[in-house]
């Protein structure tokens, strides 16, 4: 079997997994290099779902990005012949103080999108699993929902494969080098590859290959743990959103119940609990599950209670909070691909179509220019 590629996929988690589908079905040679098993537990992808949503406080700019996301996430659904989407709306409040409701209103406004602002009364008059304080506001988007993120990587790379990729995991890349030619020889555990193009999708082990990148890129433990209601109807998707709570005590976020551990709760979104990819727990440190239990007691009473199960996973956290795709300025061949800082997943399939465009025609229309390593000094 030839070990020469069009394209080499280093990483097969979210983005890696999107990449690779998105370069099979354009026709290219690609291998896709898995360090661990497929939708594992040990990276940013797990844990059952995904918030997406098209408000968007982050920046307007990730709006259209979000928009086409949304397009191919229906695209995936139909491809695979299984929904990897639900559609519940999206809820994001506010205690006085912090200004992401009209941030995300801001958002709605500049790219036509449906909304309503509520406050607290009304929160809690049209979805009574929250309890929140009378001068809660919040801004409803009806768009929103979730992505199952563990069956949207199945999906994208049973795919990849149907449309012939070849897809090596529990192999890990150890290094690679630009060759003269302008290409890449990449070196695994298990062999050596080259290719035209590498594309690095190792989320947060992405400054081990990128070491320039070290002092922009932050691994942190970030928890969430999933309590059972005791009033299914009002906890159901539909009856709940999507939601994000923002208040002194951090950025709160969850689902309604999806699957027999009920709903799921994550954050604060602004913990710092440093961590390397490498240390093999996962855990949740206690005080963060008492900050989960804490949270679902004041917002949420009607599932308070011990977690049914809980779990850990890994923000990869620009200095910015924006994400990083570019070409390394020393070697155009290699793409780095690392959208999180905690709000990339939903936009995986418009990220592999991007990635799918810059390999093949060197440009791509969507916006990326925020998204430039340059900002970086170190890299830049
Ligand atoms: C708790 C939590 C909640 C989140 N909530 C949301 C949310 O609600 N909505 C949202 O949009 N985003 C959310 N995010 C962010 C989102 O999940 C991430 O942006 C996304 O998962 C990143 O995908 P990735 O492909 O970059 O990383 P990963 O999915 O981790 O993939 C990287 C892959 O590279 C592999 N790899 C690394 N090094 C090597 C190597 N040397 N050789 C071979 N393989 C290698 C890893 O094993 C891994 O499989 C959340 C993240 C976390 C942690």
Same mark, same amino acid.
């Given at each position: 079997m030839s ?9 097969? !988690? ?22 661990? #098993?497929l !939708? ?17 406080? #982050? ?13 191919l &996430? ?5 491809a695979?012949?299984?929904?990897v989407?639900? %559609? ?14 009209? %941030?995300?209103?801001? +958002?709605c406004?500049d790219h ?6 509520l ?5 809690? !008059? ?7 304080r009378p #001068? ?7 768009? $929103? ?8 990587? !199945? ?8 449309h ?14 630009t060759? +003269?030619?302008g ?5 695994t ?15 947060? &082990?992405m400054?081990?290959?990128?070491p320039?990148?070290?002092?922009s890129?932050?691994t ?5 743990? &999933? ?8 906890s ?14 951090? #950025? ?10 009920g709903?799921?709760?994550? $954050?604060?979104?602004f ?9 093999p727990?996962?855990?949740?440190t ?13 917002h949420?009473?009607?599932?308070? $209670? ?16 924006h994400?990083v795709i ?30 799918g ?24």
């Open positions: 070990n020469i590629f069009d394209v080499i996929v280093a990483g097969v !988690g979210g983005m890696g997994s999107a990449s690779l589908y998105t370069l099979a079905r354009r026709g290219q040679r690609v291998l896709g290099l898995e360090q661990f #098993e !939708g594992h537990n040990r990276g940013s992808s797990h844990g059952e779902t995904r918030v997406i949503r098209m408000a968007y406080f #982050e920046g307007s700019h990730y709006v259209p990005l979000v928009q086409r996301a949304y397009t &996430w229906d695209d995936l659904s139909a695979a012949g299984q929904s989407i639900v %559609r519940t709306g999206s809820l994001e409040m506010a205690e006085p103080g912090h200004d992401f409701v009209e %941030r995300s209103e801001g +958002s406004i036509g999108l449906a909304y309503e602002v406050d607290g009364a009304a929160i809690m !008059g049209r979805f009574p699993a929250f309890r929140v #001068e809660t506001r919040a801004i409803f988007q009806p768009d $929103g929902g979730y992505v199952l993120s563990e069956d949207a990587i !199945g999906a994208h790379a049973r795919l990849a494969v149907s012939g990729a070849r897809l090596h995991t529990g192999e890990r890349m150890l290094d690679f080098k060759t +003269s030619d290409g890449v020889v990449v070196r555990d298990r062999g050596r590859y080259s290719a035209a193009h590498l594309v690095l999708t190792t989320g947060p &082990w400054s081990r290959f990128v320039g990148l070290v002092e890129l932050a942190y433990k970030q928890a969430v743990a &999933w309590f059972r209601p005791q009033v299914p109807a009002i159901a998707p539909g009856a709940m959103p999507v939601f994000i709570h923002f208040s002194d005590r951090g #950025e709160f976020y969850g689902f309604p119940q999806h699957g027999a551990r709903i799921k709760v994550g $954050g604060p979104h913990a710092r609990v440093a961590i390397d990819p490498d240390e727990g996962r855990e949740p206690a005080e963060q599950v008492a900050e989960l239990c804490g949270f679902v007691a004041r949420i009473p009607s599932a308070a $209670g011990t977690p049914s199960a809980v779990s850990g996973c890994i923000y990869t956290r620009t200095l910015d909070e994400f570019d070409r390394l300025p020393d070697a155009p061949q290699v793409l780095v691909v690392s959208p999180c800082s905690g709000h990339g997943y939903k936009f995986a399939p418009a990220i592999g179509e991007i990635v465009d810059l390999v093949m025609t060197g440009g791509t229309t969507a916006n990326i220019q925020p998204f430039a390593l340059a900002r970086f000094a170190a890299v830049g």
